[in-house]
T-cell receptor, first 113, second 115 residues
C-alpha cells in the first residue's frame, strides 16, 4: 500500500519568514495530493491540493509543488503569520475514484510573533 | 450546509462498555471515512465506504471495532467492549468522490475517553 513520509515533524519560524514542509510517497499511481491544516482542538481542513497532472499550484501565501518523478511534494507558506500556527498534514490518494488517502504524520508549525 | 455531523461530541465510558459513534455525511457525498487520531499514532484511517459499501477495513484495529453504513446519510462506528487504549478523537469525513472531487470534509470529531 501507499506510504507517505512527512518532514519535519516540528517547525518553528519567525513571523514573516517562509515555511516549507516536504512529503514523499511510494505509490507512483497516486494522483491527488491534498494538504490539511488542523488547529488545536479542531478538525483538519483542506487548504490546498494538487493533482498529478500539475506541477505547481498557488493560492495567495500558500503554494504546493509536485515532482512525480521523485515522488515528492512540498507545501510552501510565505510571509507567515501567528495564525498559521497549526499541524499540517499531507496526503496521497490512490488512483481509483473511490480510493482512500494516506496521511503523513503531520508537521507542527509554530510562528513566533 | 451543515457539514459533516458527528455525535456525541464527547463520550466518557468505563472499560468493557459498548460505545457507538454516529456520523451524518454531507448530502450527496459518495464516500465516507472513519479516522482515529492520537498523539502517538497520528491520524489513522480505520475504514471507508463508497456508496454505502465498505471498501477497505484494513485499518480497523481488531474485532472489537465494527462499522456500518445502512444508508447514504448515516454511519456508525461501534466498539465492543471498549478498552482504555481506545481513548482518542474519532473523526468522520465525507467526500464527493470521482469527478466531483476528492476533498475530504471532516466532522468535528468525537473525543472518546475510556476509563
Amino acid at each position: 500500500g501507499e506510504n507517505v513520509e512527512q518532514h519535519p515533524s516540528t517547525l518553528s519560524v519567525q513571523e514573516g519568514d517562509s515555511a516549507v514542509i516536504k512529503c514523499t510517497y511510494s505509490d507512483s499511481a497516486s494522483n491527488y495530493f491534498p494538504w490539511y491544516k488542523q488547529e488545536l482542538g479542531k478538525r483538519p481542513q483542506l487548504i490546498i491540493d494538487i493533482r498529478s497532472n500539475v506541477g505547481e499550484k498557488k493560492d495567495q501565501r500558500i503554494a504546493v509543488t509536485l515532482n512525480k518523478t521523485a515522488k515528492h511534494f512540498s507545501l510552501h507558506i510565505t510571509e507567515t503569520q501567528p495564525e498559521d500556527s497549526a499541524v499540517y498534514f499531507c496526503a496521497a490518494k490512490e488512483s481509483t475514484n473511490a480510493g482512500k488517502s494516506t496521511f503523513g504524520d503531520g508537521t507542527t508549525l509554530t510562528v513566533k510573533p | 450546509d451543515a457539514g459533516v455531523i458527528q455525535s456525541p461530541r464527547h463520550e466518557v465510558t468505563e472499560m468493557g462498555q459498548e460505545v457507538t459513534l454516529r456520523c451524518k455525511p454531507i448530502s450527496g457525498h459518495n464516500s465516507l471515512f472513519w479516522y482515529r487520531q492520537t498523539m502517538m499514532r497520528g491520524l489513522e484511517l480505520l475504514i471507508y465506504f463508497n456508496n454505502n459499501v465498505p471498501i477497505d477495513d484494513s485499518g480497523m484495529p481488531e474485532d472489537r471495532f465494527s462499522a456500518k453504513m445502512p444508508n447514504a446519510s448515516f454511519s456508525t462506528l461501534k466498539i465492543q467492549p471498549s478498552e482504555p487504549r481506545d481513548s482518542a478523537v474519532y473523526f468522520c469525513a465525507s467526500s464527493l468522490g470521482g469527478q466531483g472531487g476528492y476533498e475530504q470534509y471532516f466532522g468535528p470529531g468525537t473525543r472518546l475517553t475510556v476509563t
